[in-house]
């Protein structure tokens, strides 16, 4: 459990990582691929693996193991300078329990020195073969992930990031039916004005698409595809967050039942879902990748690993990707544990600001008046959920004792 100190600083990391997420794999996305060389720019292939993409996420979170590996190795050896410096000898003894009396009689150091635990794994609702629980969050992951990726290349960064507001509302749906939270009017009123601004976010994204390649739209028909794409893209992110609001909501009621570390869920979820990832790659290239038709497309395992692994830029965008993600999920799974899943939701809302203008200074998109209108109401009412801000008519204020605080003086026991 996280104390109030470090939760301000585990938000600013979820935040940090966050944005390095979308903006790594919004930079692999626009990068050529196949017939880079070709005059004509409509022939140009950029990189679009969502599938292969959605398995690099969770190489990053099996890679949390290497963190408790090591964690683990400096606490043994912590343990063992502790025991050496407090004069501990081991002493043989026909009868231990004799031996015990004496040792708490004679004893020069408090009697309420914390004993060495030894780790014997998680408890409660995950322990033993409960462990496998966690692969219900790992497939929600999956196809949360997949969903995102696939609209992603299909939209910019920010109306991307903008339109996974959605899943503040959907958290809150799911928190209040299967986690029992009671949410005041106000909270529902934000949640709303949260699915307005995303609305507005995701037509201006229609209305003015951006185009990769400005060469390679063709004037009017051009035009008309590439909204239409876009208005796929958001339809894919925004239906996407109802995957990755039950992923919040079952890794809460899971930690609220488990006294399993955050970084250890990480890397539970992350074997899970890699291997369900990898079995469901190998049967979408036999079944469609080897196919005429589906050849270079996303199904294409063999293409894909051959883009990444030839293109520099591609994999050291993968390894950078895989690092933040390990971190990005540790410190939203920390994030969840010391407040809640709809909190940690709302919060990782805020990181649209960064990436909208990290992707106006890289030239990724232009600005739009229209998106500026939807973000303003999208970061207002996150504010306003969050009791960052008092809600504007009295009748929508609850009593005080009735809030749970975003960030409370002691964190919240979910256990």
């Known amino acids: 459990m996280a104390s109030k100190a470090l939760i301000p600083f585990l938000v600013a990391m979820m935040l940090l990582t966050g944005v390095c997420n979308t903006l790594f794999t919004k930079y692999q996305d626009n990068q050529c691929v196949r017939n880079c060389d070709d005059p004509d720019p409509k022939k140009r292939k950029t990189f679009e693996q969502p599938v292969l993409q959605t398995a690099q996420m969770f190489v990053g979170e099996v ?21 050496k410096a407090n ?6 003894s026909g009868n231990a329990e004799d031996n015990d009396d004496a040792a708490s009689i004679n004893s020069e150091h408090p009697l309420t020195h914390p004993p060495v635990k030894k780790y014997a794994g998680p408890d409660g609702l995950l322990k033993g073969f409960g462990i496998l629980l966690l692969a219900l969050p790992a497939i929600c992951d999956i196809l949360g992930t997949t969903l995102v990726n696939a609209g992603l290349f299909m939209v910019a960064a920010s109306i991307y990031q903008m339109t996974r507001g959605a899943l503040v509302l959907f958290v809150g749906l799911f928190s209040v039916i299967f986690l029992h939270r009671k949410l005041h009017l106000f ?17 201006a994204g229609v209305i003015w698409p951006d185009s990769k390649d400005a060469v390679k739209q063709a004037a009017d028909d051009a035009a008309s595809a590439e909204a239409l794409r876009a208005a796929l893209g958001v339809f894919l992110i925004a239906g996407a967050q109802i995957f990755t609001a039950s992923q919040f909501v079952l890794e809460e009621f899971l930690l609220e039942r488990s006294s399993i570390d955050a970084i250890e869920v990480v890397g539970w979820e992350g074997l899970f879902g890699l291997a369900v990832t990898l079995i469901c790659m190998l049967v979408l290239h036999l079944a469609v990748g080897r196919t005429d038709a589906g050849r270079y497309g996303m199904f ?32 939203g799974l920390s994030v969840t544990r010391s407040v809640s899943a709809t909190a940690r939701s709302t919060i990782d809302s805020c990181r649209t600001l960064f990436i909208w203008i ?5 030239g990724w998109e232009t600005f739009k008046g229209l998106q500026v209108v ?10 306003l959920f969050n009791g960052v801000v008092q809600p504007p008519f009295k009748f929508l204020r609850p009593p005080n004792d009735e809030i749970e605080e975003l960030l409370p003086e002691e964190p919240i026991e979910h256990i």
């Open 300 to 331: 294409d395992m063999v293409e894909g690993f051959r883009q990444m692994t030839e293109y520099k830029s591609i994999w050291i965008s993968s390894i950078l990707t895989m690092i933040s993600i390990g971190g990005f999920n540790f410190f």
């Open 87 to 92: 004069g501990y000898q081991a002493v043989d």
């Open 187 to 203: 909270h529902w009123v934000s949640l709303v004005g949260v699915m307005v601004g995303v609305a507005l976010v995701g037509l």
């Open 374 to 383: 939807g973000f303003a109401l999208l970061v207002y009412f996150t504010f």
């Open 358 to 362: 990290v992707s106006l200074g890289l």
């Open 63 to 83: 890679g949390c193991w290497l963190i408790v590996g090591i964690m683990a190795v400096y606490q043994r050896y912590a343990n063992r300078k502790s025991l």
